[in-house]
């Protein structure tokens, strides 16, 4: 997790941004919050849990290829080891790590929602706060890989 939040810098200055963690944390959150206070509750887990599920073995399939990218660009005698590709590189592998374990997270969570639900009755408005907050982070960290995705394409194209 470390080195996810590592990412959360400036490109030019190295510096924190601030913006990040506002985006990755605050926003979910206040979805979450916004969902308990307005007592939204979730209809039906198990229809969320099976695409989740899916999405989560792909982003860890995704994972590998990132790994065995990785090791490409290291041999890759044109490319620094050092350099701005490599270190898009190793963010974009932090980012998708980090992706797979809140993908795991999310899917415990709604196997717990299915399986406490009663006679088909909606899941309690914490859970189902809970889980939008981790749905929402999970996005907005997919748009992030993928963003690097396209800048590390960028780097690589010569």
């Known amino acids: 997790m470390e080195d996810h939040l590592d990412t959360f810098r400036d490109q030019r200055t190295n510096e924190r941004r601030r913006q990040d963690y506002l985006s990755f944390y605050a926003i979910p959150t206040t979805f979450?919050?916004?969902?308990?206070l307005f007592d939204f509750k979730m209809q039906d887990p198990a229809s969320i849990l099976a695409?989740?599920?899916v999405f989560t073995a792909l982003l860890?399939?995704?994972?590998?290829?990132?790994?065995s990218m990785g090791l490409r660009v290291n041999d890759d005698s044109r490319l620094p080891?050092?350099?701005?590709?490599?270190a898009l590189i190793d963010q974009l592998q932090a980012?998708?790590?980090?992706?797979?374990?809140?993908?795991?997270?999310?899917?415990a969570f709604l196997i717990a929602a299915a399986a406490i639900r009663e006679n088909n009755q909606p899941i309690n408005s914490l859970l189902s706060a809970i889980i939008v907050t981790l749905l929402i982070h999970l996005m907005l960290t997919v748009f992030m890989a993928l963003k690097r995705t396209r800048a590390a394409y960028q780097a690589l194209r010569f």
């Open 51 to 53: 695409g989740i599920a």
């Open 60 to 67: 860890f399939g995704l994972l590998i290829h990132i790994f």
């Open 32 to 36: 979450g919050i916004a969902g308990y």
């Open 81 to 86: 080891k050092y350099g701005n590709t490599a």
């Open 95 to 107: 980012n998708v790590s980090y992706s797979v374990l809140i993908g795991i997270i999310t899917t």
